[in-house]
């Protein structure tokens, strides 16, 4: 939903959700707070990843194998915190943020969180 999307009585028009890593959002004031919300994956390297990532190591430079999977994973997370915040009833989640975990040999949490509310504008 686009900031322009959520009318005076804070009803949304659509079923998309405003994320934000601010504290509030300028221009609308949170008239319910839903609770925190959560968008969880886990991510196993596969074994031509590591072999690559190894031998890259040794020479320097980017693991760009790596860096997808791991925006892959931002994305995957992110799209499931949407969803959480959606069955919540939720305009908006604030305070969002990205934490990673790694695993075992090869293996790698995302999660994303943040606070789930209802908006209007003022």
Avoid: W
């Avoid at 839903?34 to 969880?40: I, Q």
């Avoid at 020479?59 to 791991?70: I, P, Y």
């Avoid at 915040?85 to 305009?91: F, I, L, M, N, Y």
């Avoid at 990673?100 to 943040?114: L, V």
Wanted: proline share 1%; with cysteine; glycine share 12%.
């Amino acid at each position: 939903m686009s900031i322009n999307e959520v009318d005076n009585h804070g009803s949304a028009s659509t079923n998309s959700v405003i994320i934000s890593t601010m504290n509030d959002l300028p221009g609308y004031e949170v008239v319910e707070v839903l609770g925190d919300v959560v968008g969880l994956t886990v991510r196993s390297r596969h074994l031509g990843s590591q072999i690559g990532a190894g031998i890259k190591s040794m020479f320097g430079g980017e693991l760009k194998g790596m860096t997808k999977m791991l925006y892959d994973s931002r994305i995957e997370a992110r799209d499931r915190l949407i969803d959480s915040a959606q069955q919540r009833g939720a305009h908006a989640v604030l305070a969002m943020r990205f934490d990673a975990n790694d695993f075992g040999d090869g293996g790698q949490e995302i999660c994303a969180y943040g606070t789930a509310v209802k908006i209007r504008k003022r």
